[in-house]
């Protein structure tokens, strides 16, 4: 339910979906199911195949999903409502019905397009061709209140007050900055956001070299086999001499490597330049796999939360 909760909202991220498709693979993994079978049955291809996994590990996507929020607190709904409420306070909130058989009204002569042809002891008016006049004219009497309004229509007592937008100015500019905040602080985010896909991306890179590493170790003796650390040790020199990877990307590479290597309890992307971030992770290509596989565990859940 949760899930298609979050489909109706629109608020299912991809990294939310590949964690809860990598979860599923990983409990077949624990019950032997092999990689092949999985594949050709697509159960690593949709987040439906949760339906096969038992009540403890359907109460850990459960407690996983919880923390999603359904919802997107980025302020818009907020400057909405406060620019709706001011809108509302300018608008007429009563209409005007003239009745032609019991009502007259002699309009200023500033009204009036045409010269006044005649007029009758009644107070009727005709033009010499009132349909210049009235076929701009609309059909409800709202439009009264324009000149009612008109600071010069006539002496102080009979004026109406101002509209009110002629005094919410400064409660205007104060919406509009609320806008601009909310603007910087989305782009703000969406940067955070930009850096954490990156880490993520960089993370399955670093699960990928183990895998292959543990389907290389099936074959050989273990006296052949190469640590976690030094696999990804061997992978950032390896980017420091290939032109493939961008400067940019290759700094958050060594970031995150770093980060595994040191057990970081989440990413950290000022490191001041790559060399140094090398040299750490040089210091670190000895450390053991459980280590590195606890660490990359924990890591990847603090990024697919945030992202």
């Given at each position: 339910n949760l899930l298609v909760s979050f489909w109706d909202r629109k608020v299912l991220s991809c990294s939310v979906r590949d964690w809860v498709m990598r979860f599923v693979f990983n409990q077949f993994g624990k019950l032997e199911v092999l990689k092949d079978v999985l594949i050709e049955c697509h159960l690593v291809d949709t987040p439906q195949s949760i339906c096969f996994l038992g009540c403890n590990e359907l109460s850990h996507i459960l407690e996983y999903l919880r923390k999603v929020k359904c919802e997107r607190n980025d302020g818009t709904d907020?400057?909405?409502?406060?620019?709706?409420?001011?809108?509302?306070?300018?608008?007429?909130?009563?209409?005007?019905?003239?009745?032609?058989?019991?009502?007259?009204?002699?309009?200023?002569?500033?009204?009036?397009?045409?010269?006044?042809?005649?007029f009758d002891n009644e107070g009727t008016i005709?033009?010499?061709?009132?349909?210049?006049?009235?076929?701009?004219?609309?059909?409800?009497?709202?439009?009264?209140?324009?000149?009612?309004?008109?600071p010069s229509s006539g002496e102080e007592r009979f004026r109406f007050p101002s509209p009110i937008r002629a005094h919410n100015l400064d409660i205007w500019l104060a919406v509009?900055?609320?806008?601009?905040?909310?603007?910087?602080?989305?782009?703000?985010?969406?940067?955070?956001k930009s850096k954490l896909r990156v880490s993520e991306e960089f993370l399955i890179r670093a699960e990928e070299l183990c895998k292959h590493e543990d389907e290389r170790r099936m074959n050989i003796p273990e006296d052949q086999w190469n640590r976690y650390a030094s696999l990804l040790c061997n992978a950032c020199e390896k980017d420091t001499t290939t032109v493939t990877t961008g400067f940019c990307k290759t700094r958050v590479f060594f970031s995150v490597v770093?980060?595994?290597?040191?057990?970081?309890?989440?990413?950290?992307?000022?490191?001041?330049?790559?060399?140094?971030?090398?040299?750490?992770?040089?210091?670190?290509?000895?450390?053991?796999?459980?280590?590195?596989?606890?660490?990359?565990?924990?890591?990847t859940s603090v990024v697919t939360r945030k992202v």
């Amino acid at each position: 339910n949760l899930l298609v909760s979050f489909w109706d909202r629109k608020v299912l991220s991809c990294s939310v979906r590949d964690w809860v498709m990598r979860f599923v693979f990983n409990q077949f993994g624990k019950l032997e199911v092999l990689k092949d079978v999985l594949i050709e049955c697509h159960l690593v291809d949709t987040p439906q195949s949760i339906c096969f996994l038992g009540c403890n590990e359907l109460s850990h996507i459960l407690e996983y999903l919880r923390k999603v929020k359904c919802e997107r607190n980025d302020g818009t709904d907020l400057v909405c409502r406060a620019v709706d409420s001011f809108y509302s306070g300018t608008q007429v909130k009563e209409n005007i019905a003239f009745d032609m058989e019991c009502s007259n009204l002699l309009l200023d002569k500033r009204l009036l397009q045409r010269k006044i042809d005649r007029f009758d002891n009644e107070g009727t008016i005709s033009f010499v061709d009132p349909d210049a006049h009235y076929a701009k004219a609309q059909a409800h009497g709202n439009d009264i209140l324009s000149w009612l309004t008109d600071p010069s229509s006539g002496e102080e007592r009979f004026r109406f007050p101002s509209p009110i937008r002629a005094h919410n100015l400064d409660i205007w500019l104060a919406v509009l900055r609320a806008v601009q905040y909310t603007c910087r602080t989305l782009a703000a985010k969406y940067v955070k956001k930009s850096k954490l896909r990156v880490s993520e991306e960089f993370l399955i890179r670093a699960e990928e070299l183990c895998k292959h590493e543990d389907e290389r170790r099936m074959n050989i003796p273990e006296d052949q086999w190469n640590r976690y650390a030094s696999l990804l040790c061997n992978a950032c020199e390896k980017d420091t001499t290939t032109v493939t990877t961008g400067f940019c990307k290759t700094r958050v590479f060594f970031s995150v490597v770093r980060d595994l290597l040191e057990g970081a309890s989440k990413p950290v992307y000022d490191y001041p330049n790559s060399q140094e971030s090398l040299n750490a992770i040089r210091e670190r290509r000895s450390l053991s796999d459980d280590v590195v596989l606890k660490s990359l565990d924990h890591l990847t859940s603090v990024v697919t939360r945030k992202v």
